[in-house]
């Protein structure tokens, strides 16, 4: 029975995956005339003639940088004054500096890592207008991002209109698909309104304060754009964000099927089913493996239940058992594959191993990742896979017909290593020094796990957190908000230049020594590359953090030293 909640929730997001993609190419498709051309219109009056023709990829990547900036600025204002804007009914304070700019870093990043309780500190005109509008607008931006790279590697210079796919992508995409998600959540019990907290009298007379607000609006676009910001601080562990078994399969289906689709999307845009299938079923396996491992690990009892005269069972520790038991680590794995964020479980109680296969995820950050940059993210794997393998059958390195050559494996180098070295020099700076030392609640392993999964959370704009963490300091809120902002536009700028230049590249006729890249050899030869380059970056982490406590656990349950 374990075993049913996983297998039929991944089938279920790989069936419903392949007609969205579709439709997904659809909406930023070329093809004139119905809804796509009067919202375009509509656009192009609003915007005039920044968004009136297509843009190289340089015009596309300032577009997009300017947009952000924007949207970081006006959210950063609306954080630091909401105690004088309406829609404030439990009278919320103004957010500190450095928590605002962590906070608009964060959702501007898509990550929402949250150093705040949202019910505590926020008003209902920051959830609505800065939270939710940001989690609508920066999903967009990475499946905006992808369209265009997918059109650069389809061949065409022009990569689109940055604001046109923005628009599409949140009205013909989003936007219907979290209404859908948001009814189904409410008629499960999630609440929806705009009257300040009730104040109730329990059964034995007290007087509590229940918060509660726009919930389902805010919980439904938090999981479709994997942006994972809770509206409560316990994230989807809390009953009004998850009330029961059938939400959080609606949720969890939620977090996968966007990523999941945006590789059929590619190959939609890029006209080659079976290259999307190659990355699709290497994803796939990726997520299956950790997803795998990570329940089989949960099934041993919680080290703190060792050597006592209680029955041992599986990891119940941390764990909303409302949702079956091996709701838990399914869900940690898919969060972190996914760069959503959310939880429905304490990640710092799962078991030592167990908690290795989320910082995996977020180290990898390919197997879906988060909606269109988790696609991006693989495309530098892909890129140094055809190098690599062209290398070893001594051809000239090509993808999808042209060209890869020492321009475009710089490039995605520079993008590959720019992740580990957010992770590795944050971990190093803050585990050294007082700023993240004085902040840790668990000494030992457990301890340097805590620091390097808040910045492997942050470089690859997660958002989850292990907890256990005093991580609302100015250190902390500065630190992860410049690694949320460089972790999110490194890795979408780099690829664009190589996107751009490689679409004016002549498209090269395939010949019997071309080494093929939609074929099972091509599959296997990328996810080695995957799994042997992500190995090199951060397995001593691995060693030093969860195995290292793993084994400590291990000899003490069994009276050794």
Known sequence: MIWTLPILLITACVLLSVPLGRYMAWAVGDAPGGIRSRLDAIVRTLGGSRVAGDQRWAGYMLSMLVFNAVMFVVVYAVLTTQASLPLNPDGKGNMAADLAFNTAASFTSNTNLQHYSGEQSLSYVSQLFAIMWLQFVSAATGIAALA????????????????????????????????????????????????????????????????????????????????????????????????????????????????????????????????????????????????GLAVTTEQAPAPALAGLPVQQEMNLEGKELRFGASAGPLWAVSTTSTSNGSVNAMHDSLNPLTGLFPMIGMWLNVEFGGVGVGFINMFLFIITSVFIAGMMVGRTPEYLGKKVEAREMKLALLALLAHPLFILGGTALFAATPLGRDTVLNPGPHGLSEIVYEFSSAAANNGSGFEGLGDNTPAWNIATGVVMLLGRFIPIILPLAIAGPLASKNRLAESAGSFRTDSVLFGIVLLGVVLVVGALLFLPLGMLGPVAEHLAVSAAASGGQ
């Open 148 to 291: 265009a790279l997918c059109r650069g590697l389809g061949g065409k210079p022009a990569l689109g209109n940055f604001y046109r796919d923005l628009a599409r992508v949140t009205m013909l995409i989003l936007l219907p698909l979290a209404l859908v998600v948001a009814v189904a959540l409410v008629a499960c019990g999630t609440p929806m309104t705009l009257q300040g907290s009730a104040v109730v009298t329990t059964l034995e007379g007290v007087t509590q304060t229940i918060a509660r607000g726009p919930v389902a609006a805010v919980v439904a676009i938090k999981q479709i754009g994997t942006n994972g910001g809770g509206y409560f601080g316990p994230n989807s562990t809390h009953p009004f964000e998850n009330p029961g078994f059938l939400s959080n399969i609606i949720e969890n289906i939620s977090i996968l099927v966007i990523p999941m689709a945006c590789v059929w999307m590619f190959g939609r845009i890029v006209g080659s089913w079976k290259q999307a299938v190659v990355v699709f079923g290497a994803m796939l396996v990726l997520y299956a493996a950790f997803t």
